[in-house]
Each structure stands twice: as structure tokens, then as C-alpha cells.
């Protein structure tokens, strides 16, 4: 039962240009939502949350967006930089059970 | 501690033989969870440890599984008679528990290979 998803396994995109990664779920009572950055032979590391409350969150290049009604956020990197190339993990958090629902992340590639 | 510590971090093993996975958690993070990750594929959730109890074991793959945590800290993950399917990578994470914190930290990870 993934109840996180992300459907573009990997991404490429030109040094400079905006990088938009998308998650989908499909409980409505998520609390959190959150992206992790992962580089091979790292754990993932913590980039931005939102809460289930807002609709967008900014962070410096990153910008993530929540629309609730369709289920949907996204992540907004720009400009793309090369050393943002990693795996980028969408989660979802619920307090209700305190867990933590991982979609299956999405490979970006940025290109010098 | 500064962060999540993980040993080891890389084994290898010869199938049906034991293994145990330790995880340090940040010092006071109450909370800890493991996840594993397989080649290709996602994280996937084990097992979440609040305190000493672990309120949710539903993703633990078999019975070949078990984790204990002890003193509110170290987390051990333990899997008897391996498989060549346990092969992954095991990330264990920790997190303060309070609300609006709810961020996990997550170790390096232990590479497992069952040959």
C-alpha cells in the first residue's frame, strides 16, 4: 500500500534551469510533509518541510508546494546547481501513528 | 552524540548465518526508527521504537527479524539465518518527538550482503 509516491524515477535537467520533483498521496490526514536529499553511500539528509496547514514553504532555492485537494506537492529547485544531483525522497508524516511514508525517490541529474 | 552512528557499515555474510546491526541515536531523541533500502528501490519502513517500546513493528519482513532498543538509546536490528533478499542497505534515523520537530536524522547506513 504506497501511500507516497513519486512516479519520475529520474530527472535531468541544465545547470542554472528549475528542477521540479512530484509526489502524490493519498491520505488526507498526513501532518507533514517533507523531502530528503540522498547522495550514494549517505543516508538522506533533511532539505524542507510544510506543513499540512500551509501551501508553500521557502527555503533559500528551495520552494516546495502543497496542494491539498489534489493530493500533491512538488519541489521547486532554482537555479539547479551540479551538486544538487542525488536522489530526492518525498515523505509524508502522521502524527496519528508517528510514521514517517517514504515515496521511492527520484534520481536528479543536473548537467554543468 | 553528534549524529546518527550506524556499525557496521558495510557486511558481508554467507546465507543462513546471523547478523546484528547497531544504531546510535542522537543523544534525547526519543524516538527511532529503522528503514531499509534495496537495490532500486525506496525506503521502506521496519519498525519505530518510542522510548524502549516499539509501538509499531508492522514493517518487519518475517519473523528472522527483531530489534530492541535499550536505556532509550542504542537500537540493535538483528536477523537470523539471512537470505539472500536481506541484502539492502539498513538505515536506521532518530527524531526528538515534539511537535513541530518532527524531522528524522538518519545514520549512513549498514550495507548488507548475504552471499
Known amino acids: 500500500d504506497q501511500q507516497v509516491k513519486q512516479n519520475s524515477p529520474s530527472l535531468s535537467v541544465q545547470e542554472g534551469r528549475i528542477s521540479i520533483l512530484n509526489c502524490d498521496y493519498t491520505?488526507?490526514?498526513?501532518?507533514?510533509f517533507l523531502w530528503y536529499k540522498k547522495y550514494p553511500a549517505e543516508g538522506p539528509t533533511f532539505l524542507i518541510s510544510i506543513s499540512s496547514i500551509k501551501d508553500k514553504n521557502e527555503d533559500g532555492r528551495f520552494t516546495v508546494f502543497l496542494n491539498k485537494s489534489a493530493k500533491h506537492l512538488s519541489l521547486h529547485i532554482v537555479p539547479s546547481q551540479p551538486g544538487d544531483s542525488a536522489v530526492y525522497f518525498c515523505a509524508a508524516f502522521t502524527y496519528n501513528f508517528n510514521k514517517f511514508y517514504f515515496g521511492s525517490g527520484t534520481k536528479l541529474n543536473v548537467k554543468p | 552524540g553528534a549524529g546518527v552512528s550506524q556499525s557496521p557499515s558495510n557486511k558481508v555474510t554467507e546465507k543462513g548465518k546471523d547478523v546484528e546491526l547497531r544504531c546510535d541515536p542522537i543523544s534525547g531523541h526519543t524516538a527511532l526508527y529503522w528503514y531499509r533500502q534495496s537495490l532500486g528501490q525506496g525506503l521502506e519502513f521496519l519498525i519505530y521504537f518510542q522510548g524502549n517500546s516499539a509501538p509499531d513493528k508492522s514493517g518487519l519482513p518475517s519473523d528472522r527479524f527483531s530489534a530492541e532498543r535499550t536505556g532509550g538509546s542504542v537500537s540493535t536490528l538483528t536477523i537470523q539465518r539471512t537470505q539472500q533478499e536481506d541484502s539492502a542497505v539498513y538505515l536506521c534515523a532518530s527524531s526528538p518527538r515534539d511537535r513541530g520537530a518532527n524531522v528524522l536524522t538518519f545514520g549512513a547506513g549498514s550495507r548488507l550482503t548475504v552471499l
Open positions: 491520505n488526507s490526514m498526513f501532518d507533514y
